[in-house]
């Protein structure tokens, strides 16, 4: 689709340079895809691990509002990575690239290892990293959006954590005198709505990333009227392209049908034992998590977010209902994103600036 946009709007750049732009698209396409692959989990490990759906249906339900979410949400975050966290006079089209292969490599690392971490944070160290490369600490606006961003690495999974514990302790009181077998059947169909709503809270926030990715690196290739189009959807205003919007939810919606298995059996029933009771909980004081962050424009991690929550509906019930050593192994992992993520993004673009670069001048 892009390489016929950039033919019809007669792009002036040369061939090749118009092929890598194109390639860098699809680069952040993959990781998008990557995404929903990774955090599929996020949005089905509850629902499965507490037995309402299957695990193939899980994944079209996940998948269907992931894309929904293009329909619900503006496009604040995308223009928070766009242009609010890196100054755009230092961008190139290899900062963007360095940065989008530094996240995607920790994201396969960390899906190959079973562990539950932020793509979002990956994504905007990845970036951050290939741009400091280049032109030092100074190229990052700062404090700005950053402070929302890092502020958020605590906040996000400690406000899942604080509201899955309040949501979880709340509902068991109202319950209380409820049959059990009742409570069971009534939050099964409880459960679908807060899977779906967790799902489109996930879409809504982690496709907008990528979006912003691609208007960045169009912005930074000197074409930003080709990524930048004002209008209204469903009420919501928009400052990203139909196209790119669209290619970004289905992509992430592809990613979350393929889901990565190994990270569902560890937020699932690694953590804690999940009943659909504590499924529901989880997941509706995740949403609101995230979809409070995005509208407030900040990429939060929807990983941090469902994997607090979770922690919170276990403790409720007593801290010996928690696995604490996955945990320890998740805030570690947490801990090394960012700069895992920033250093292979800074040195991938050192190899492409000195082996790549020159072939396109």
């Not at 929903?36 to 691990?49: Q, R």
């Not at 032109?135 to 899955?164: D, N, S």
């Not at 049959?179 to 879409?203: C, E, M, T, Y």
């Not at 604490?324 to 994103?337: D, E, K, P, S």
Request: proline share 4%.
């Amino acid at each position: 689709m892009l390489i016929f946009h950039l033919l019809a709007a007669g792009a002036p750049m040369p061939a090749r340079t118009l092929y890598l732009v194109f390639f860098i698209v699809v680069m952040a396409l993959v990781f998008d895809f990557l995404n929903g692959f990774h955090d599929a989990a996020n949005s089905i490990a509850t629902i499965v691990s507490t037995r309402v759906l299957s695990p193939q249906i899980a994944v079209v339900w996940a998948a269907f509002f992931n894309f929904a979410a293009a329909f619900f949400f503006g496009t604040k975050v995308a223009d928070t990575i766009s242009d609010k966290l890196v100054h755009p006079g230092v961008l190139d089209i290899y900062v963007v690239m360095g940065g989008l292969t530094g996240a995607i490599i920790w994201n396969i690392i960390t899906w190959l290892l079973g562990l539950p971490t932020s793509s979002s944070h990956a994504l905007v160290s990845g970036i951050a990293g290939a741009a400091i490369a280049k032109a030092g600490f100074g190229v990052l606006i700062l404090p700005g959006k950053w402070r929302g961003i890092v502020l958020f690495i605590f906040l996000g999974p400690l406000i899942g954590f604080i509201a899955g514990a309040l949501l979880m302790t709340a509902t068991a009181w109202i319950f209380r005198r409820a049959h059990p077998g009742k409570i069971d059947g009534w939050f099964r169909r409880l459960q679908l709505l807060s899977a779906a709503v967790f799902s489109l809270s996930h879409g809504g926030n982690d496709a907008q990333k990528t979006m912003g990715v691609i208007v960045m690196l169009l912005t930074a290739a000197g074409h930003p009227s080709w990524v930048r189009d004002q209008h209204n959807l469903f009420g919501h205003e928009h400052n990203v392209a139909l196209w790119v919007m669209m290619a970004c939810y289905i992509a992430i919606a592809a990613g979350t049908m393929f889901g990565g298995w190994r990270i569902v059996k560890t937020l699932g029933s690694g953590i804690t034992r999940l009943a659909p009771v504590g499924g529901f909980c989880a997941e509706t004081a995740a949403a609101a998590t995230i979809i409070a962050a995005t509208h407030m424009g900040i990429p939060i991690s929807t990983t941090h977010a469902i994997t607090g929550s979770i922690l919170g509906v276990g403790t409720s019930r007593g801290a010996r209902s928690v696995r604490w050593i996955w945990g320890q192994r998740i805030v570690i992992a947490w801990i090394l994103t960012i700069p895992c993520s920033a250093f292979m993004a800074a040195v991938t673009y050192l190899i492409v600036h000195f082996a790549i670069e020159p072939m396109f001048r």
